[in-house]
């Protein structure tokens, strides 16, 4: 039995980025929204991805799908249902694709029948519901499997890409090697950035298309520094009392009243940070790519030897159990843990393991919203990184950030303008260098973070982010000629 599953999406007017943009690009887009929807008439856009929570995939669905659903083209958001084997699978090709070893097991035949036993149950699910004429937008290694079953529906398909690596290894080769046979039936893929195009899907049909975020969303949408203390204290992440007559309320999606009521499950050895500390702050999947053992090993030696010095660093994930596609997490925390208990206590007083709430998203949002919101610095020190969401989060909130200098995160902050970049993700001494000149000078942080949010403002809200996706259905579209179910 297959657990396809069907993730329900709000609507949100395009409207709302009046507050944000020009009314000539509003009234553009608007004018680009009747088009589409008028060729599409009857048709559904399908987004097909693995997870429904955690991971920049499916916050950016849950946005961008609310806007094209509030002007009237049937897009729809499906969740593969799959055992772990195949989350094994699919996680060693994330990892190969990113150039590393991963699990260090084969991509052989028999991990290839894994893929496709897990995928054919659910492209038998998916040929149910979908009609010629209708386009699939298949997110990531995890479906592209499902690219020939969807092309012999007479569907369009659309594979995107949400990662990549710079350059051709063996390991990435392994990882594009796998995924060819399914990519030559994509008649259009996606990438984040030119570099990440691989040889297969180069031919002339791949289009770059740089992720975005909404402003509007919990995840990113202002909140009152009262607010923003009221959760942090109420979820355990700062010291108390909270603000007087402030609440932990916040606005969801839809615009009804939501209020953080979970604590996040915090591994500390004292007290929390008081409200006045510098927090140096991390948000990420638990995941050995984004390299929180590092973080917290550059920032003890950033802190060791200057202990009168206030800050405090948070590392914060979503709850290890939370992410369906990523069965690593629970390892990758108790990694982390192990690397904090080795910390003197000096020391480990001052870094706090948290994992976030996740059984309400939006809950989920708005105390990452919080976090980043108070941080004095924001770090994404990834060893790779397709795109970090989390660096454009941060930008947007006007945050000092400081990120490795890897994959699409070199795209997003202009070195000394925009944030910092970390040159060699691996290089301890220097990352402790850069936090520490961070931490020292405040008048620095306030001026990359001005310059941040506006770079952020102009390049990556959602907007943008749509218009490229109608082009691209507009092009293919044009290409693909009337409806029909292929004849051979
Ligand atoms: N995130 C979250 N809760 C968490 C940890 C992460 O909502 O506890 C979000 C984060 O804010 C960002 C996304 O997950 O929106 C991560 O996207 P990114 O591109 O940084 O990395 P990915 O997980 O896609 O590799």
């Known amino acids: 039995m297959t657990r396809l599953r069907e993730v329900r999406v709000g609507i949100q007017p395009i409207e709302r980025f009046r507050e944000v943009l020009a009314e000539d690009e509003i009234r553009g887009a608007l004018a680009t929204a009747n088009r589409l929807r008028h060729r599409l008439a009857k048709r559904v856009v399908w987004n097909v991805n693995s997870t429904p929570v955690g991971g920049g995939v499916a916050e950016m669905l849950q946005s961008l799908l609310s806007y094209a659903r509030a002007v009237g083209i049937d897009t729809r958001w499906m969740v593969i249902g799959a055992p772990p084997e195949f989350f094994r699978v699919t996680k060693r ?12 097991r084969p991509l052989d035949d028999a991990a290839r029948a894994i893929y496709e036993g897990a995928l054919e149950e659910n492209a038998l699910e998916l040929a149910s519901l979908v009609r010629p004429g209708d386009f699939a937008i298949l997110h990531d290694p995890q479906t592209a499997g499902l690219a ?3 092309r012999r529906c007479g569907v369009r398909v659309m594979w995107r890409c949400h990662i990549g690596h710079d350059s051709w290894t063996p390991e990435v080769e392994r990882g594009w090697r796998f995924l060819a046979p399914y990519l030559r039936a994509a008649q259009r893929t996606v990438f984040s950035r030119k570099a990440y195009v691989p040889e297969v899907c180069d031919h002339g049909r791949s289009r770059i298309i740089p992720p975005s975020i909404d402003a509007f969303s919990p995840k990113n949408r202002d909140l009152s520094p009262a607010t923003v203390r009221a959760i942090l204290v109420h979820t355990g992440l700062l010291e108390g009392p909270p603000p007087p007559d402030a609440d932990t309320g916040f606005r969801r999606d839809d615009g009804s009243p939501g209020r953080v009521e979970r604590k996040a499950d915090i591994l500390r050895l004292g007290r929390a940070p008081p409200p006045d500390a510098p927090l140096v702050v991390q948000i990420s999947r638990w995941d050995p790519l984004k390299d929180m053992r590092g973080v917290l090993e550059g920032y003890a030696r ?21 992410v369906a596609d990523d069965p690593e997490a629970a390892g990758v925390f108790d990694e982390v843990a192990a690397a904090w208990r080795r910390l003197p206590h000096s020391l480990r007083d001052r870094v706090h393991l948290a994992c976030l709430p996740t059984a309400d998203v939006q809950e989920n949002a708005a105390i990452v919203n919080a976090l980043q919101r108070h941080a004095a610095v924001v770090v994404q020190k990834s060893l790779h990184e397709g795109f970090g969401l989390t660096v454009t989060e941060a930008m947007w909130k006007a945050r000092a950030v400081l990120a490795s200098a890897v994959g699409g995160i070199q795209d997003q902050i202009e070195d000394g303008v925009s944030g910092l970049l970390l040159r060699d993700p691996r290089d301890l001494d220097g990352f402790a260098a850069l ?32 218009l490229r996706y109608a082009e ?5 579209d044009e290409e693909a000629g009337p409806p029909g179910i292929p004849s051979a």
Request: proline fraction near 5%; glycine fraction near 14%; charged fraction near 20%.
């Open 435 to 466: 936090l520490g000149r961070l931490l020292g000078d405040s008048a620095l942080r306030d001026r990359l973070g001005a310059t941040a949010r506006e770079c952020v403002r102009r390049n990556s809200l959602g907007l943008g982010h749509l």
């Open 472 to 476: 691209l259905i507009e092009e293919l």
């Open 148 to 150: 020939p079953a969807l």
């Open 302 to 322: 950033m802190v060791d030897g200057h202990l009168e010095e206030p800050s405090h660093l948070v590392l914060a994930g979503p709850n290890v159990t939370a």
């Open 93 to 104: 090709i994330h990892h190969a694709l990113h150039g590393s070893p991963g699990d260090g």
